[in-house]
């Protein structure tokens, strides 16, 4: 099935200068909470444009922590961090939220809107972008179709599973057509099919050049896919173009 | 309260909930104390145009005048009042009721017929008189006759009744503040209630001034309601205070003018404003803090 979301022209007016393609990079960085010792040091890696990622490492390694610069919920204690191109330390109060429109989230723990149903979670992005009416409807319904949530678009999130919520969250991350899309974790709380569904949309919108970089800790379901990973082990990060050969069965 | 869509749960908020009755309450005491300022400023307007409509002539006795010959002067000046464009109607004070007036002063009406007393001619205007041309008129046809427009009582009269006006007026001004007060009260707690919604709405990149409108539509909204109850029944309380004045058979009480009540059916509209910018400038101010 054709999401119209897909299709669509991406709208025009974000753009940076950029002196090379790629949409985050990080060089010496350093992270630490509070006075504590660094939890992340030495972090090197650049992600290009158009390229899907997967970060990988056990849980409690700092994927998130890594995340949250990358979406600007923090900042980093050492070390220059660029989003399309912008040193995320210069970034004004003013400059974000037109950034953060760009970047598409999936939260780990989903941060939905209890008050909202979910049509109206999913509508968020588009609606504080001002989209029109009638195309935050069409896209709206469209995409929870997709997700298979057309039968709850006015359920609000308390009532859903873990899964649908996921599913809510995802929605509402990718609805806008973010250049960057950070999840957390977000095949966590769905069974397998629809976790490849899922990871199918990423690939979809990767396609239509969206950068990606997926966390997760399910070392079987990156193994899947040819990406390149992340990989934190040992308070810091190693880069993996090259995939080791997938040690899938290919009877499997 | 069901309202239009906010992407921020408002009204499950105790100190907004209340947002509305507070509102009420000072609309209410608003209306009241601005329609007295306007009802003392009418007042005060009237007597300083001279339009109480009335005023009082005297006729001083001239050195050795009979009696015959002050009442002859006294008739002439009436006419000359009468005459004058703008008078309804002039009548002199018959002596035995100037001395039954003066009685506490100079004991009882045989003690005064001897006395050479001023006589007074009770006048009644129209609002249109000319003052000036009725002095020039009376200089010319009496010698002797003055008007007492009651200038010096008048005078204080007017600036007690400006300085009531002055006092409605900053018992206006300090409900207004008193209202913004208590939306600055709500807002922050909203804020701080709603923290979480705000975080989630930032991280989706909604701008300061996009939050900002949920808070102050919603101020709005509420200062609206609020303020038409209280603005309603304040309107109510004048209406009843005005019927029963007129019941009040032969004494003129100032009324409002046609041209007030719009200005006191604004209040419940100036309220809604009051709340809207200042919650926008509440939630905009705390946004810029929180980095």
Redesign the interface.
């Known amino acids: 099935m054709a999401l119209s979301i897909l299709s669509a022209r991406r709208k025009r007016g974000f753009h940076v200068a950029t002196s090379d393609s790629n949409v985050v990079q990080f060089e010496n960085v350093g992270i630490r909470y509070g006075a504590g010792p660094e939890v992340l040091r030495d972090v090197n890696f650049a992600l290009p444009e158009a390229s899907f990622n997967f970060l990988t490492g056990v849980s409690g390694a700092g994927k998130s922590s890594l995340l949250r610069i990358m979406?600007l919920?923090n900042q980093p204690n050492r070390g220059l961090v660029t989003i399309f191109g912008k040193n995320v330390a210069m970034i004004t109060?003013r400059e974000?939220?037109?950034?953060?429109?760009?970047?598409g989230?999936v939260f780990q723990d989903f941060?939905l809107?209890e008050?909202?149903n979910v049509f109206?979670n999913v509508a968020?992005?588009l609606?504080?972008?001002g989209a029109a009416k009638n195309v935050i409807e069409k896209h709206v319904t469209e995409l929870l179709t997709w997700v298979g949530l057309a039968d709850h678009m006015k359920a609000l999130p308390p009532t859903l599973s873990g899964g649908q919520q996921q599913r809510v969250a995802i929605a509402?991350a990718v609805i806008a057509r973010p250049r960057l899309l950070l999840a957390d974790e977000p095949t966590g709380n769905v069974d397998d099919a629809i976790a490849m569904r899922l990871l199918y949309l990423f690939e979809e919108l990767n396609r239509m050049g969206t950068t990606v970089v997926i966390a997760t800790h399910n070392e079987s379901l990156v193994g899947r896919f040819q990406h390149p990973q992340l990989h934190l082990d040992n308070g810091t990060v190693e880069y993996r173009t090259t995939q080791v050969p997938s040690p899938t069965p290919v009877d499997a | 309260m069901m309202g239009p869509r906010s992407d921020l749960p408002l009204s499950d908020n105790p100190a907004v909930r209340i947002l509305p009755w507070i509102v009420a309450l000072m609309v209410y005491l608003a209306t009241l104390t601005l329609a007295g300022g306007l009802l003392v400023g009418t007042m005060a307007n009237q007597w300083s145009q001279g339009l109480s409509g009335t005023l009082t002539v005297q006729v001083a006795p001239l050195k050795n005048e009979s009696l015959a010959e002050l009442d002859a002067r006294v008739i002439q000046a009436t006419r000359a009042i009468l005459k004058t464009p703008g008078v309804k109607s002039a009548a002199a004070i018959p002596l035995r009721d100037i001395a039954v007036m003066l009685e506490p002063w100079l004991g009882g009406e045989a003690n005064v017929k001897g006395l050479p007393l001023p006589r007074l001619i009770d006048v009644a205007l129209n609002p249109d008189i000319d003052l000036q041309a009725l002095a020039e008129r009376l200089r010319k046809a009496t010698p002797g006759a003055e008007i007492d427009n009651h200038q010096y009582w008048r005078d204080h009269l007017i600036t007690f009744l400006r300085s009531l006006e002055i006092v409605a007026a900053i018992m206006v001004l300090l409900i207004a503040i008193t209202t913004a007060t208590i939306v600055v009260f709500a807002t922050r707690s909203g804020l701080a209630v709603h923290r979480e919604v705000i975080e989630v709405l930032h991280l989706i990149g909604a701008p300061d001034a996009y939050i900002a409108g949920q808070f102050q539509r919603h101020a709005q909204r509420l200062g609206f309601i609020g303020g038409a109850a209280g603005g309603v029944l304040g309107l109510a309380t004048l209406l009843g205070l005005s019927y029963l004045a007129g019941n009040l058979d032969g004494v003129t009480l100032p009324a409002l003018h046609l041209w007030h009540w719009p200005i006191l059916a604004a209040l419940p509209i100036a309220a809604a404003y009051i709340a809207k910018w200042t919650a926008r400038r509440i939630v905009l101010r705390a946004l810029n803090r929180m980095a």
Request: no cysteine; glycine share 0%.
């Open positions: 979406y919920a109060r974000r939220p037109e950034i953060r429109r760009n970047i989230v941060r809107l008050h909202l109206d968020l992005p609606r504080v972008s509402r």
